[in-house]
T-cell receptor, first 114, second 112 residues
Framework: DTGVSQNPRHKITKRGQNVTFRCDPI?????LYWYRQTLGQGPEFLTY????????KSRLLSDRFSAERPKGSFSTLEIQRTEQGDSAMYLC????????????FGSGTQLSVL | KQEVTQIPAALSVPEGENLVLNCSFT??????LQWFRQDPGKGLTSLLL?????REQTSGRLNASLDKSSGRSTLYIAASQPGDSATYLC???????????FGSGTRLSIRP
């Protein structure tokens, strides 16, 4: 169990640029979640995958956001035409669906849009 | 609408005290409830998970309870230590949904 890995840890970008984050879940976990967290708030759900299928997307996820999980392994979250309001910590978590057990979180990617 | 509330938002107590953190929720059709710890700038670490059919779970100095009928959960921390200082969040996994909903957390500070 190497844990959930997220890269990069920090990303600073200019408004209007595109950014992509990567999440590598725990290898035997087939459920993968993306959350966004701003200072002083709890994580807000963005999207959820079971294997390679994206089963749910939050209304928070505008058309500038897209997530993929090819082959049910790692996942990427892309934000196009970034806005200052996108500045947040983006968290990835994974779990096993065979038993709906604990969520394991990565350390997150801190995005700052200037 | 499924809402999760944690009060207070912040709590400061002297070392050694026992304390209780609260979590309330509006929809009791939960599958399980988890309590997490988050250190500044870090991800979340799961502390305790209570299944819908359970009333409580214990791990070391931590005890979490679940009362679905009243829509409440508590996290009890015994003999608090400065190292317990962190934000504590509760999260609900709903049977009818794939997403897990978080409260906004209680920021705990233990004074030496």
């Amino acid at each position: 169990d190497t844990g959930v890995s997220q890269n990069p840890r920090h990303k600073i970008t200019k408004r209007g640029q595109n950014v992509t984050f990567r999440c590598d879940p725990i290898s035997e976990h087939n459920r993968l979640y993306w959350y966004r967290q701003t200072l002083g708030q709890g994580p807000e759900f963005l999207t959820y995958f079971q294997n390679e299928a994206q089963l749910e997307k939050s209304r928070l996820l505008s058309d500038r956001f897209s997530a993929e999980r090819p082959k049910g392994s790692f996942s990427t979250l892309e934000i196009q035409r970034t806005e200052q309001g996108d500045s947040a910590m983006y968290l990835c978590a994974s779990s096993s669906s065979f038993i709906r057990e604990k969520l394991f979180f990565g350390s997150g990617t801190q995005l700052s849009v200037l | 609408k499924q809402e999760v509330t944690q009060i207070p938002a912040a709590l400061s107590v002297p070392e050694g005290e026992n304390l209780v953190l609260n979590c309330s929720f509006t929809d009791s059709a939960i599958y399980n409830l988890q309590w997490f710890r988050q250190d500044p700038g870090k991800g979340l670490t799961s502390l305790l998970l209570i299944q819908s059919s359970q009333r409580e779970q214990t791990s070391g100095r931590l005890n979490a309870s679940l009362d679905k009928s009243s829509g409440r959960s508590t996290l009890y921390i015994a003999a608090s230590q400065p190292g317990d200082s962190a934000t504590y969040l509760c999260a609900l996994d709903y049977s009818s949904a794939s997403k897990i909903i978080f409260g906004s957390g209680t920021r705990l500070s233990i004074r030496p």
